[in-house]
């Protein structure tokens, strides 16, 4: 059971440190925690059901081990949001990689719960549902979580000026935008206009 659990874990291990990169914002924790992940999931193995879904579960043990690493350091902390968005400006270079770095910084000051929320549905293609399940939250509150995490980084991103008093074809015009940017570089998926 191990040996095969071990062969199926391995395509997993780039989800998981981008994960895990995305959640820590350091790269030897980050490192630290999926190295962890995979110990705690072999050492576990008997409790995984095959035939269910690897992903969430490899997801949530990382998700697991990270808060319990931050609650035994005692550094649950916010950045100021004055502070980054002081700190963050640099003149020339490409504007790609300004932008870049200017959403990380956004994204850094997000709460650690919405920061998770993001990754696991803008970033990995989970659905609510199964980010909920891995959360342990309920599915409207992952929504909700996703959706304060989305408007704070455009307000953070644009200035106080870009503040949600914008109609429902500018909301619609922003999901468009940010499916065409997770769908970049996929297959094409046939989507319905919801």
Known sequence: MV????????????????FARMLAQDRTLADDLVQETVVRALSHAHQFQPGTNLKAWLTTILRNAYFTEKRSQGRLTQLDVEVVRDST????????????????GAFSTLPPVQREALVLVGASGFSYEQ???????????????????????????DGADAAPSHGLEWHRAMHLRDWEHLTAGREPHSATAS
Not at 89 to 104: I, K
Not at 132 to 150: E, L, N, P, Q, Y
């Open 131 to 157: 980010a909920a399940a891995m959360a342990g939250c309920a599915v409207g509150t992952m929504k909700s979580r996703v959706s304060r995490a989305r408007l704070l980084l455009h307000t953070l991103l």
């Open 3 to 18: 040996d095969r659990l071990t062969e199926d874990i391995v395509p997993y291990l780039p989800h998981l440190r981008a």
């Open 89 to 104: 400006t640099v003149s020339g270079g490409q504007e790609w990689h300004l932008r870049m770095r200017d959403f990380e």
